[in-house]
C-alpha cells in the first residue's frame, strides 16, 4: 500500500453535541486530509433510546435496573450494523467503537466506557446503580469487550492516563497520542495583575466536579481594590440545576463549606446523582453573588471571560486529557487543577506551569487566594504555560496518527523494534563469566542457587539469534551481573530497580541497593560500557522505553521485581512485549508458598488473550517462558539434561509441556 492515499473511516459516537472531542476529531480529520487522505465520520447514532436490543424488548422497569448498561448495548448494536466497507482502515474513537466490523480497525482511545471500568465504585458510590447489578452489568460488559477488542490493531492513548487504563484492564499496550489545542480562541490579551475574577470551563455533567469550584468560591479571602473574588462557571449539561442550587444552599448555610476540609468530606457535593437524587429539590433563596453560573454561552463571551480572568480553575476528577488547560496556557492565564486529575495533572506540573492541589474546595480558595494575591506567581505560571503549549505540535500528533492507521491497514509497524536478526554472539569475556559462576556469585547478596546458574548458562548458549538482556527487580545484581557476563561484543544488559525509592516498594520484596549493585559489578569484572541502569518503577515502564534503552530486543529477560498479582502481570507484560523471536523470560517465585501473588499474576497473564508467552520449565524458585512452541522444544531438551543431585520430571501448564526439576531430597 503507498504511503498516502488511504481511505480513512473515523467511527464516533453522535451524543448530539459539539464538544472537545469533536472538535479534535475535526481538526485531526482535516490534518489528515491535508496530507492525501480521504477521511470521513462515520456516526453512530446515540440519542435515540431504542425499545429494544439485539432483537429483544427491554421493559422500561429493566432500564431503571441499569440504564447505562442498555445505553452499552444499544451503541454496541448500531456500532455493528455499520457500513464499513469502502474503507481501508477504521479508526474507532469512543467505545464502543472499537466493536467496529471491519477487518482493519485501530483505536483513538480517551477513555473506556468507563463506569464499567475505572469510575465503576465511584458510580455505585454515587447511587446510580445498586451494587449487585452493577457487578453483573459490569462482567457483561467487560466480556463484550474483551472479544470486540482482540480486533483491533492498535492503541492510541489520548493520554498516559488512559494508556495506564488501557494496560489495567484490558493488558494492551499503546502509543501516548496528545494533540493540541483544538478551540478556536483569539490571541491572548494582558492578563490584569489586579484581576479577582476566576473563571471555570465545563459540562455540568457527573464527575466534572464544577461543585467544587462553587464551593471553592465560597470559602475564597483574596480582595483588590475592595472588590471580592468573583467566579464565572461556563457549560450546560445535566447537573446545571443542581449546581445552582448548590449556590444557593451554600449562601444561606455558608458554615456548610467548613465541613468541606477532607477529599472524602468534599466528595458529598458531587458524589450523587444531581437533581436525580432521591428526595433532592432545588434550595429556596438568591444566589451568593461570590460565582455567576452562566450555562451555555457564545464564543464571544466565552473568550471575553479568558481574557477577563485571573485564573482558571479545572477541578474534575480523572479527566482523560485536558482541554480546558490548553485554552488556560493559550490565553496566557495561570491554571489549577485536582491531584487526582488524572490528563489534566500530566500536562500541570505544580508550582513550574500551573498548581495541583487536593480535590476539596478549600484548597482550591487557598490557590485562588494566591494567585490572586501574588500576580508575579502568576505571570511565571502562565509563561511557562504557554512554554509547554508550544511542545504540543499538530504534526508530531498527526505523524503518530497517521504511521498508526498506515500500520493498521497493512504498513509497516515503525514504533516497534524488529526480531533480532542478530548471530548469536559468545560471551565477550569467558573467563570473566566462568570465575563468577563458581566463585564470584557466592559473594553477591541474593537467592539463585548454583542449579539456576547452570541452567540459566546453558539456556542462553543454545539460544539461535543474539539479542539484549534485561532484569526487572536487581537488588544486588547477582542475577543480573551472570547476564551481563552472558553477553556478547555489541548486546546491552538493561536493569530497572526502584533503588532509592525504596518507600514505593509496597510489599517488601528485594532491596535494590546502586551503591552495592556498582562494588559488585566492578568486582565481577563486567564492562560497564555495555550496562544500562534505570530508576524506574516497572508500573510505569513501558515497553518501548526497554527496546530504546537496550537499542533492541531482548533475548533473555529476568523479572524478579514487586511479588503482588498486578506487578507480575505488569512485568510479564513487559517483558512479553520487548522478546525477540526464541527469546527467553525468567520469572522468580511463581510457586513459591511465601509469595502467592506472584503466582496469581503468572496465572492472570497466561490466561490473557494478549500473552504469547509459553512455559517450558521450572527449577528451583524459576519458571521458564519462551514465545515460541518450537524454541520451547528446544529448551525443554536442554533441561533434560539434570543438574548434579537434581530430579526432572514431565509435566504441563496451561497445556504446555514443562519439565520441572527440584534438588533429589535427602535420605
Known sequence: MSRKGLRLGIVKPDHGFVGGFELLIGGLSEAMRARGHEVSVVPVPATERSPSVFGYPVAPVFREWHDEYFRYLELVEATRRLDLGGFDVVCSTQPPTYAAPH?????????????????????????????????????????????????????????????????????VGSVVYRHPNVTELPSPTERDRAGTHVLCVSRQEWPKRTELFVAAMHMTAARRAGTQTTGHLVGGGSRLDFVRSLDIELAANPAHVEDLRSPDEAGVLWRNMGIFTKGWSPAEGEPSGRVSILGEVSEQDRNRLYQDCACVVAPALDEDYGLTVLEAWQQGRPVIVCSDGGGLTELVTHGVNGLVVEPTPFAIAQAIDRLCNDPGLGDALAEAGRQSLAEITLDDAIDVFEATALTAAGGPDNTVAPPSTQAPMPPADPTALRAYAAEGITTVSGWNGPAVVDLVTRLANEQDVGGNVAEIGIHHGQMFILLALLCGDGERAVGFDLFENQDENIDGSGLGDRDQLDQNLVAANVSLDRVVLETQNSMRLDPAEVLKLAGGRVRFFSVDGGHTATITANDLWIADRTLTRGGIVMLDDAFNTMWPGVGEGMHNYLRHRSSTLVPFGNIDNKTFFTNSSSHAEHYRNVMRTPFENYLSRDDELYGSPMICSNPTPAQ
Open 103 to 171: 477487518s482493519r480497525v485501530f483505536s483513538l482511545t480517551y477513555h473506556q466506557y468507563r463506569v464499567f471500568y475505572d469510575l465503576s465504585d465511584e458510580f455505585v458510590a454515587a447511587g446510580f446503580v445498586a451494587p449487585k447489578a452493577h457487578e453483573a452489568a459490569q462482567a457483561a460488559v467487560r466480556q463484550i469487550d474483551d472479544d470486540a477488542i482482540a480486533n483491533v490493531r492498535g492503541f492510541l492513548a489520548g493520554s498516559q492516563s488512559v494508556a495506564d487504563r488501557l494496560r489495567r484492564f484490558w493488558n
